[in-house]
């Protein structure tokens, strides 16, 4: 039996599932990061709103303008942003929450969606 152009196909092959798996470790960055962001954006946007001289609208916006600025204006635009005075064991906290859909760049998934929330306690005003 003859090998000739078996090497050929044998890469052609192996590069598929070698591309396969590169791209979905890459997607699967492109979600950490973005998840990674969203939450530390949250964090910074209750932490400004909890400021005693600030409110939930100040967190709604400064968690916008920390997304914007970490990810771009095009991901901040398409997020959803909540922030609200959350009482939990007698402590006041601002809590923000921001939802949004996933950044899928190579893998098509349908309508997945991410939610993180951060939270502060509530300075004395």
Do not use: I, W
Request: hydrophobic share 45%; proline share 3%; glycine share 8%.
């Amino acid at each position: 039996m003859r090998d000739e152009g078996s090497s050929t196909v044998e890469f052609t092959l192996v590069s598929v599932l070698l591309l396969g798996l590169f791209l979905a470790v890459l997607q699967l960055g492109f979600v950490l990061h973005t998840r990674n962001v969203l939450v530390a954006s949250a964090q910074e946007g209750a932490r400004y709103g909890a400021n005693a001289d600030r409110g939930t609208a100040d967190a709604r916006e400064r968690t916008r303008e920390v997304v914007s600025t970490a990810l771009s204006t095009s991901v901040a635009d398409r997020m959803r942003y909540e922030a609200e005075q959350v009482v939990r064991d007698g402590v006041v906290t601002v809590e923000v929450t921001v939802r949004g859909p996933l950044p899928l760049v190579f893998l098509p998934a349908g309508p997945l969606s991410l939610t993180v929330r951060g939270h502060a306690l509530e300075e004395a005003r």
